[in-house]
């Protein structure tokens, strides 16, 4: 995505599930679909969907899917841990017995009990498919507190 620098200090991103976005949008991803699916040219894809031109340029570097196949993802796993001895470790076993790729851990100092905790680990075309299984497991770890994930790359 193409951001000036000022975007970049205010952008947010949210997870939500596609049958509530507006038609454009639906139609805006449609069109990304096609050009990735059938090697189609945006202006066929643009006319076969239906929409305009501009609105499609106006949208389309702001819409990624959650997981795109055919290569490894990063995703962030940010974790508040309730100040147990060995919760941390407790969580990258789940991580290291589901084989997924620990790229970075950092665990800061628990304040009222709670340890705020960032996992980077890189998922596979297929793992991606299974995250939500992932992250149920790891929130079935005793003492956590609550679990999200952000996806990059």
């Known amino acids: 995505m ?9 952008k947010e991103f949210y997870i939500v ?4 976005l507006p ?7 449609k069109v990304n679909d096609l050009i990735l699916k059938t090697k189609m040219s945006k202006y066929s894809a643009i006319k076969k ?6 609105t499609y ?5 702001f819409i990624k899917p959650f997981y ?5 993802r990063i995703y962030s796993l940010h974790l508040s841990l309730k100040d147990r001895v060995g919760i941390l470790s407790d969580v990258l076993d789940v991580i290291a017995r ?22 980077l680990i890189k998922l596979s075309e297929s793992m991606q498919k299974k995250v939500d299984k992932i992250i149920s497991k790891i929130g079935k770890v005793e003492g956590i507190a609550d ?3 952000t996806g990059s790359n």
């Open 23 to 29: 038609k454009s949008i639906q139609n805006v991803i």
């Open 98 to 119: 589901e084989k997924i790729s620990i790229l970075t851990v950092v665990q800061n100092m628990a304040v009222d009990g709670v340890a705020k905790s960032t996992i």
């Open 57 to 61: 340029y106006k949208y389309k570097d």
């Open 68 to 72: 795109e196949g055919g290569e490894d």
């Open 49 to 54: 969907v239906g929409i305009s031109r501009s």
């Open 17 to 20: 599930d596609k049958r509530i």
């Open 147 to 149: 679990i999200r994930i």
């Open 2 to 10: 193409a951001f000036k620098k000022k975007d970049t200090e205010n």
